[in-house]
């Protein structure tokens, strides 16, 4: 019945976290492969404004009844406040369509099933790297996927030119899938100069800017990393957003994300929020009642809010010491080379340029895990570990 079905290889993200549980050299391993923050004690953080929450939430204890399909107004007025500002006028106006969607994995599910029912001659072009499931769910939902060019590493910095060359070349309807901030996997962003040319040529050539944020508030700051969503919205774009709770809330298995898509008018608004709440009915009805819970009550809740938004730069923060202290100890150890990148680099992620035989080598020979595209998720340094680390990369380097 089923021999014609090809055997899944597996993720490469996904599929490091089964091989380094497996991994028994428990004394020496280190975790830099799957984007999760790890603490300064290598543990994933229950952050104190959600343990607040669920204390709220549990007591009285509540019915767990469907959700709606779009999610609770709480949960997406947050999405809405966090993306275009606490009182945007786009808010204001009703001219957002949101959804709570499970996880931004979700989000973009949704986003691309709409636009491929929608707009079916559209096809999508996601950066040269990207995320790999950006290509994997466009293509899923029956769009043919293509690649912008981005990374320059020569420079470690963006192609810019040609970047805006190959955009100038796109059709109507053309969707970009854009990381407004922390770009997975380099964390090499555009500038905001930058971004005002990409939006230029974006709005005209009539094409879809689709951005998905999944680290806000592990760049600059909440406000500094939603600039490009901002300013699209400025540019008197209809521009997808998809966004992601699982890094900066730490509720990775909650699945909590959003999808809000930006209208021209309200009453357009409207219509496409009803086809998003259809395309959510089709896939899975209705999005998970504890996380869309948490996000409501931590956001909607001033003191809660403030608390959240010091956890995540103290998430921020603990990332870029770390990015300062690999990059000392491997310039000491090497002098000859450049680690400026480290620095340079922002949100959970380093490009680090290892080769995929050297990050076998690390895996193999000395217990540390990274992509084999040479991404390094930062959060998973710490003190005890980083002299270590730069030791194995040091030795797979020479
Ligand atoms: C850019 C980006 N967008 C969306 C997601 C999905 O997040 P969700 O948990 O569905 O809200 C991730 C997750 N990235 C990390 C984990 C993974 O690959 O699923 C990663 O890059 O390691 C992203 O890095």
Redesign the pocket.
């Known amino acids: 019945m089923f021999e014609h079905v090809t055997p899944y290889a597996g993720?490469p993200?996904?599929g490091l976290m089964d091989k380094f549980a497996g991994d028994p050299r428990g004394d020496i391993k280190v975790n830099l492969?799957?984007?999760?923050y790890y603490t300064e004690d290598g543990k994933l953080p229950v952050l104190e404004c959600v343990k607040t929450a669920e204390g709220r939430i549990a007591n009285p204890p509540r019915p767990r009844g469907y959700l709606p399909m779009d999610g609770l107004a709480g949960y997406k007025k947050a999405c809405q406040e966090l993306l275009f500002g606490k009182d945007s006028q786009v808010g204001k106006d009703g001219r957002v369509a949101t959804i709570a969607t499970?996880?931004?994995?979700?989000a973009?599910k949704v986003g691309a099933d709409f636009i491929h029912e929608w707009f079916p001659n559209a096809k999508c072009y996601v950066s040269d790297p990207t995320?790999g499931?950006?290509i994997s769910i466009f293509e899923g939902a029956g769009l043919e996927v293509g690649k912008y060019p981005y990374y320059d590493g020569a420079t470690i910095g963006v192609k810019f030119d040609e970047m805006c060359a190959f955009l100038n070349t796109l059709n109507e309807n053309d969707v970009v899938l854009l990381?407004p901030c922390c770009h997975?996997?380099t964390g090499v962003d555009l500038s905001n100069e930058q971004w005002d040319s990409v939006l230029d040529i974006i709005k005209d050539k009539k094409l879809i800017p689709f951005m998905?944020i999944?680290?806000q508030g592990f760049g600059d700051d909440m406000d500094g990393d939603a600039y490009a969503i901002r300013l699209a919205v400025e540019k008197g774009l209809s521009v997808f957003v998809?966004n992601?709770?699982?890094k900066n809330l730490s509720l990775?298995g909650e699945?909590?994300?959003g999808l809000s898509v930006v209208a021209p008018t309200k009453e357009e608004a409207d219509v496409v929020l009803g086809q998003l709440k259809f395309t959510v009915r089709r896939i899975y009805s209705s999005p998970p009642s504890h996380g869309n819970a948490v996000v409501d009550t931590v956001m909607n809740d001033d003191e809660l809010f403030n608390q959240w938004v010091g956890e995540v730069y103290e998430m921020r923060d603990r990332i870029r010491q770390m990015r300062q202290k690999l990059q000392d100890v491997l310039t000491e150890k090497l002098p000859e080379r450049d680690f400026s990148y480290f620095t340079k680099q922002r949100g959970m992620f380093s490009f680090t340029g290892l080769t995929a035989p050297q990050v076998i080598r690390l895996r193999d020979e000395f217990a540390i895990y990274m992509v084999e595209n040479g991404r390094m998720?930062v959060a998973g340094l710490n003190n005890a570990n980083v002299e270590y680390v730069a030791n194995s990369m040091a030795e797979v380097l020479k």
């Open positions: 993720d993200i996904l492969g799957v984007g999760v499970l996880g931004g994995s979700g973009l995320w499931n950006h990381h997975n996997p998905d999944a680290y998809s992601s709770f699982s990775y699945r909590v994300g998720c």
